[in-house]
């Protein structure tokens, strides 16, 4: 395996987008997101609807820009408002978000009452929760990218000659996917750390709970890219970004949202990302690691599945003779 | 002498396509197998049976000894595949890919250094081993996919094909190398499309048709059963006064056919006849412009048993 592992770092310096996603596209998206995400001044920006009165309530951490006409829904969706508030009567205000419904009685309760809840940071989504969402849809898309020498030696019949050694599939997929591990790990990682560390910045996470997170996001993009390398021979890189995107936006990496689906909730439980970005949350929150068992097995569950069955799928098509 | 390969009943089908058909052969010790067969003859699935990677449907392989089924890493320790498509890595250095591949098998570091220097040395690229692959002709490529195959020692080597589109030097030098391989104790299994280079190196030559051995010997023996015999044409001035019986009254004649002024006469290799001919042509008055003879070789053999050119 160590062969194997020597053999993908030997080819990386012929592989220029591999050196330019490791070192210049997840720094780069990375250093953005917590730029952006430390340069938002307020948590809660919100939209709220009156021809006359003046916004009933003020606090440092909710920013309100009053309108006469109700913004397009797009604007939500964007992320521009977090919610639309309307007067309705009297002391009564109806609340339009996306985000889950914890975040819509906050805000009604503090347009009703002029306080925030005191339980009102749990609802919040905080700067390194935002961050790990991030990571882990660039993680996902760019796993793919970082695995291509496995279709690269499917389809110059090296990978057919390998398999002609004493070397096995499985362990042949267990040195790739140590090889996307440390390439999508390590220059995250890294990146953090200066942030971190040199710059001051604070992501939201100590360093033990932000290796242990960073660990889970990248063995599950790891273990995604080489299931998908196994499965298909063409397009693995649209095809993987196109579920990485879709299944990110449902599972809430990138913004808060309440469905009012059962069906969508149903679907979007299903996938990994959803535990991901409750367990960061979590986390971020100040729980740790064992108060969150069961999110943490289903994530490491996913990750086998995944595995396995990309190493299955392999082993069978060798065994064809499709190589 | 040691078997080192033994196959018997070996049968593989494509769904309802029978691509190996229950053939049986035996290989000893320092053999070089020269296998012969148009294409779809099953030469393909034979080798990738042998390579391990695709399990026969039925019959028994033993290769060095061990049981194809029961024990295939140790069969994969002993065999070296050099494989019809260059399977080498343009990107990294002639000496990192002989490197990679033997590093595949279970060596000692410091036998490794040795093995990849040697097999360097065989195929003749010594003095490139640090240049990529990418900046080497086709024929350094196919010498290098054949360094890659052979440095770990194995005892039994499979080529398929190693010599497909590459220049008459570099031909010379890859068969060169084969006959050192067998001097050192290697047995070859060697498939091509190129009749002169089975000639030049096989001790045996096996030709297969729609998954089936039709043949199996050495050169001479094929020739045998082809029937070993010399025609000769003649393309005469004139053939009026020409009497085709007395020809045909030549010792060791086998057949005698004339038409418009072409006289072909076949007859036993062993015998020397042509004088006598001649002779007879010259006895009836005939005078010819132009001879031509040909003996049987493994190109007729070959296109008499299958119905194919070998490289159709």
């Known amino acids: 395996m160590l062969t194997i592992l020597r053999n993908r770092f030997l080819r990386v310096p012929d592989k220029l987008y591999i050196i330019i996603i490791a070192v210049v596209i997840i720094p780069l998206v990375i250093g953005a997101v917590i730029y952006f995400s430390g340069a938002t001044q307020s948590p809660y920006k919100i939209a709220f609807i009156s021809k006359e009165d003046a916004p009933p309530v003020k606090h440092e951490l909710i920013q309100i820009e009053q309108m006469n006409e109700r913004p397009a829904m797009s604007a939500l969706v964007m992320g521009k408002y977090n919610a639309i508030v309307e007067a309705v009567e009297d002391q009564k205000y109806t609340v339009t978000t996306y985000k889950d419904e914890s975040f819509k009685k906050t805000i009604e309760e503090y347009f009703e009452t002029g306080k925030l809840p005191v339980n009102h940071t749990t609802a919040k989504r905080g700067i390194g929760t935002s961050i790990l969402g991030v990571i882990l849809l660039i993680a996902l898309m760019q796993g793919v990218a970082l695995t291509t020498f496995y279709p690269d030696d499917r389809n110059k019949s090296t990978f057919k000659r390998i398999m002609m050694s004493p070397l096995t599939s499985r362990q042949y997929l267990v040195a790739q996917g140590m090889f996307t591990f440390s390439c999508l790990f390590v220059p995250t990682y890294f990146v953090i750390l200066v942030m971190k560390i040199c710059f001051k910045i604070n992501i939201g996470f100590g360093l033990g709970a932000l290796t242990g997170l960073l660990i889970i996001a990248t063995a599950l993009a790891t273990a995604f890219s080489l299931f998908m390398a196994s499965v298909m021979n063409r397009n693995i890189s649209l095809a993987t970004s196109g579920i990485s995107i879709l299944t990110c936006l449902l599972a809430g990496c990138l913004f808060n949202y309440d469905s009012q689906s059962k069906w969508l909730d149903a679907v979007t439980n299903i996938l990994p990302q959803k535990p991901f970005m409750t367990l960061s949350q979590g986390m971020e929150g100040g729980q740790t690691f064992s108060d969150f068992p069961w999110q943490i097995g289903y994530i490491v569950g996913w990750i086998i599945v995944l595995w396995f069955e990309g190493s299955l799928i392999t082993k069978k098509k060798v065994q064809k003779g499709i190589y | ?312």
Do not use: W
């Open chain 2, 1 to 312: 002498m040691k078997t080192i390969v033994s196959i018997r009943n070996l049968e593989k089908h494509y769904g309802p396509k029978r691509a190996v058909a229950g053939i049986s052969f035996t290989m000893t010790e320092g053999e070089i197998l020269g296998l012969l067969g148009p294409n779809g003859a099953g030469k393909s699935t034979t080798i990738n049976i042998l390579s391990t990677i695709l399990s026969p449907d039925k019959g028994e392989v033993e290769i060095v000894g061990h049981d194809l089924r029961k024990e295939p890493l140790a069969i994969k320790q002993n065999i070296g595949i050099v494989p019809q498509d260059l399977a080498i890595f343009e990107e990294i250095t002639a000496e990192q890919n002989v490197r990679f591949f033997a590093g595949l098998y279970k060596l000692k570091r410091d036998d490794l250094d040795e093995l990849v220097k040697e097999a360097l040395e065989l195929v003749g690229l010594e003095d490139r081993k640090k240049e990529k692959p990418k900046t080497f002709s086709g024929g350094m490529k196919r010498r290098l996919n054949i360094a890659c195959a052979i440095a770990h020692r194995p005892k039994l080597i499979i080529m398929d094909e190693p010599t497909v589109g590459i220049d008459p030097q570099s031909r010379n030098h890859i068969l060169e190398s084969i006959k050192t391989l067998r001097e050192k104790g290697a047995t070859i299994i060697y498939s091509t499309h190129y009749m002169e280079e089975v000639e030049a190196i096989a001790d045996r030559i096996m030709i297969m048709n729609e998954g089936v051995i039709i043949a199996e010997g050495t050169k001479e023996e094929l020739i045998q059963i082809a029937g070993n015999e010399t025609i000769y044409r003649f393309e005469l001035n004139n053939s009026q006064n020409l009497d085709e019986q007395r020809i045909s009254q030549i010792p060791g004649i086998t057949n005698v056919h004339l038409a418009e002024n072409q006289l072909t006469v076949q007859s036993e290799k062993s015998k020397s006849i042509l004088h006598a001919i001649i002779a007879t042509l010259f006895d009836n008055g005939c005078t010819f412009e132009k001879m031509t003879s040909k003996e049987t070789s493994l190109e007729t053999v070959f296109l008499e048993l299958t119905g194919k050119r070998l490289r159709d």
